[in-house]
């Protein structure tokens, strides 16, 4: 028994390792990302935003893609002090005060603002569904967190702040994912429109990612927590 504890402890510091390495990186790509569209004269012409000519005209939809892009850095950098063991035991006051910060820009901010984007997002309806159930499901786990350490379940808080930043770090899988099959196709020779390669084409790729984005994110985290990374939090008491 006890040399099983010590294997699962080793695991769960290594996969923590892995995944603040990850966070860090996400963090840097997110910032990279959204720095050209913060900066005068705030271009609207560049990169993600010249494939929304079509909308980019809507006030509504600009103003939600401004407070998205912005809070979604808030979100991933609370990353680093809330899985971090180290963070939580030194600086329990910071823990608490980050996540309540975390909370409330994912329910009030990037959340909703998430939302309202959803609606009008590449891919046609399919993905416009994926994008929609995702701005939901993120902003019920992530209450579903708050709900639980409110109530005293730390387990169960720890859980469900797993889920709901698999699904902060969906938008980092979704640009990951389409820079990989981008290189794929452009170190292939491969162009589309391509009916062999229909499904890495848009708007069929397009589709799968929006949903594959956070349902593998979910499913990894699912993972995490059977195998015991809660007990690296919070662990068991031994008698």
Known sequence: MQEKYKTNQILNI????????????????????????????????????E???????????LAAFYIHISSAIITLAAGLTQFSKAFMKRFPVWHRKIGKLYVFVVLFVAGPSGFVMAFYGNGGLLAQYAFIAQAIAWWWLTYMAYHRIIKGDLKGHCKFMIRSYAMTLSAISLRAATYIVSLWKFNNGITCPNITYS???????????????????????????????????????RV
């Open 14 to 49: 290594i996969l923590v390792s892995i995944f603040t390495v990850g966070i860090l990186l996400s963090v840097g790509q997110m910032l990279s990302l959204a720095f050209p569209y913060l900066v005068p004269p705030f271009p609207t012409d560049i990169d993600f935003l």
């Open 51 to 61: 494939s929304k000519q079509w909308v980019v005209e809507k006030w509504h939809w």
């Open 199 to 237: 499904l890495i084409c848009y708007p069929d790729f397009y589709i799968l990612i929006a949903w594959l984005s956070w349902v593998v994110n979910l499913l990894i985290a699912e993972f995490l927590i059977l195998i015991g990374i809660v007990n690296y939090y919070l662990p068991a008491k």
